[in-house]
């Protein structure tokens, strides 16, 4: 009996053993690159992106470190492990990263155009001549594209626009009501809505950002079911994406 015992301290010992150095070794930081997406990933650290990767990994004790990138770069610097995730990609957009079951968020895209032409809907977005900033394949996303534009930056789409250069621009809303933000005549457009794209973290393919997308969807799958994350989207006023999740999309 008393052997028996014996054992089983043992056990318990060598188990406690094995988590104090699992805690030692876990990441304490996860250092992110995004885009400056105007209230959504700010580079000052604000934003409804940044709010909910707070939640996400802080209450398990990771950090979030943050640094403002262009998309097609944050990519690169995770393909190459200088960071453990870049924010914001779809769906296994980018081949050499790894992508976790949960999304974090979910992108609605529209088509802006001018008020003159007629509104696009998915089924005829392929008969126009679009544009989108580089890097953001909508093509792979988007049914029937044909004749896209890549632009380096979106401070020209507005004279794209009105110089008939292109008859649609696709970006996400928030970007999408920064650019009409920007018209002198705002009334001169129309943005309408095409379609939902999951957005999600893409992680490097190290060890350290395997063990934080592992926390990502242990955290996420807690936080949806809880409706923890709910407040926060309401507080930034926009849509729950997680309202008729029970499982990852």
Same mark, same amino acid.
């Given at each position: ?16 053993? +094995? ?17 400056? %997406? ?8 604000? &934003?409804?992106? %940044? ?9 398990? &004790?990771?950090? *979030? ?24 990609? @779809? ?19 529209? +088509? ?19 544009? %989108?900033?580089? &890097? ?5 996303? *988007?049914?029937?594209?044909?004749? @896209? ?10 004279? /794209?626009?009105?110089?008939?250069? +292109? ?44 063990? *934080? ?6 955290? /996420? ?14 507080? %930034?006023?926009?849509? @729950? ?7 990852? *999309?």
């Amino acid at each position: 009996m008393a052997r028996r015992w014996l054992m089983l301290l043992l056990f318990v010992l060598l188990g406690s053993v +094995a988590n104090a150095q699992e805690a030692v070794h876990a990441p304490s930081v996860i250092h992110l690159a995004s885009e400056d %997406w105007q209230d959504y990933t700010a580079a000052d650290g604000h &934003g409804l992106g %940044w709010d909910v990767l707070r939640k996400v990994f802080e209450p398990a &004790g990771v950090k *979030l470190d943050i640094r403002t990138e262009p998309y097609t770069r944050s990519v690169g610097l995770a393909e190459r492990g200088e960071i453990d995730a870049c924010v914001g990609s @779809y769906h296994e957009e980018a081949s050499e990263l790894l992508y976790p079951r949960w999304n974090f968020d979910t992108d609605h895209i529209y +088509a802006l155009g001018l008020a003159s032409n007629p509104a696009p809907t998915p089924e005829t977005l392929g008969s126009y001549r679009l544009a %989108w900033v580089r &890097g953001y394949d909508y093509q792979d996303y *988007l049914p029937n594209v044909k004749s @896209y534009n890549e632009v380096v930056r979106r401070t020209g789409i507005l004279s /794209m626009l009105t110089h008939n250069r +292109a008859d649609y621009y696709i970006d996400a809303l928030t970007e999408i009501d920064y650019v009409i933000s920007r018209a002198r005549e705002p009334e001169q457009f129309r943005k309408t809505h095409i379609a939902e794209l999951p957005l999600y973290l893409c992680f490097a393919d190290t060890p350290q950002a395997r063990t *934080l997308m592992a926390l990502f969807d242990q955290r /996420m799958e807690l936080l949806v079911k809880s409706g923890e994350l709910k407040p926060i989207f309401e507080r %930034w006023k926009q849509p @729950y994406p997680f309202a008729d999740a029970a499982s990852p *999309l």
